[in-house]
């Protein structure tokens, strides 16, 4: 029986499906234990949680809404202030004396004159309702928390199932691979058997009909190991760059 070597790059993810569904299917596959090469389970979930837009969304909302009551809290000092003002220059006054219409006197004086104060002007609404506004801006960023507490634990589900999923995926690649290189072998047997007359047509039919499902079998199993694969690291956000994971 020939065997040849399949060298596959997971970084790169080449999978070429006519090398298993040619006609002459001549060779097998090693597959290695995948679960002792990919980064902890923990590790992936971190990674899926930091770069998560859907995290990063909720979180960016509740710092909006922190700030919002941080805001309202400060919003009375709105309605205080400081006044100040300071004049210089000549002045001139016209008097008028009550007694004698006509007699009027045209005084001039050059002088400063300077004003400081301060003034509170609060509108009774808001005043009455200034808790009432910080408390709902503070409902508001725990209700943004929960959510994001909520994505964060849909994040965790997700990579945990895809991370398992990929794991079934290639033990069931791993048996399929092992169904294809023993009927490799019947086949061959079958061949020679056949070409002797020791056995008829339709037992080397049903032989050939099991050994063309087998490479069905494999195939779809093969693309749903390259599927998990391409969840998993788009849902952590990096690639796993594996190589020669598959080969013997």
């Not at 990919?38 to 922190?66: G, M």
Request: hydrophobic share 35%; proline share 1%; net charge positive.
């Amino acid at each position: 029986m020939k065997k040849s070597v399949f060298s596959i790059t997971f970084c790169l993810l080449i999978f070429t499906s006519n090398i298993f569904s040619q006609e002459k299917f001549e060779s097998y596959i090693e597959v290695k234990d995948l679960s002792k090469v990919l980064p902890p389970l923990d590790n992936l979930i971190d990674s899926a949680i930091y770069n998560s837009s859907e995290i990063k969304r909720e979180s960016n909302r509740a710092e909006f809404f922190r700030r919002e009551a941080k805001t309202k809290k400060r919003e009375w000092t709105k309605h205080f202030g400081l006044v100040s003002e300071v004049n210089y220059g000549n002045w001139q006054h016209l008097d008028w004396n009550e007694l004698n219409s006509y007699d009027f006197v045209l005084s001039q004086s050059r002088r400063t004159n300077w004003i400081i104060g301060a003034y509170l002007r609060f509108p009774f609404f808001a005043l009455l309702d200034r808790k009432n506004s910080i408390e709902k801006e503070k409902k508001m960023q725990n209700v943004i928390l929960a959510q994001e507490d909520v994505a964060r634990k849909r994040v965790i589900d997700e990579v945990t199932k895809l991370y398992y999923e990929l794991l079934q995926n290639q033990r069931k690649l791993k048996i399929s691979n092992e169904f294809q290189q023993f009927t490799l072998v019947q086949m061959k047997m079958a061949e020679n058997r056949f070409y002797q007359g020791e056995i008829s047509v339709s037992e080397y039919t049903r032989l050939k009909e099991i050994q063309i499902r087998g490479k069905l079998q494999f195939e779809n199993i093969f693309s749903s190991f390259r599927t998990s694969y391409h969840l998993l690291e788009n849902k952590v956000g990096f690639k796993f760059c594996l190589t020669n994971m598959i080969g013997k």
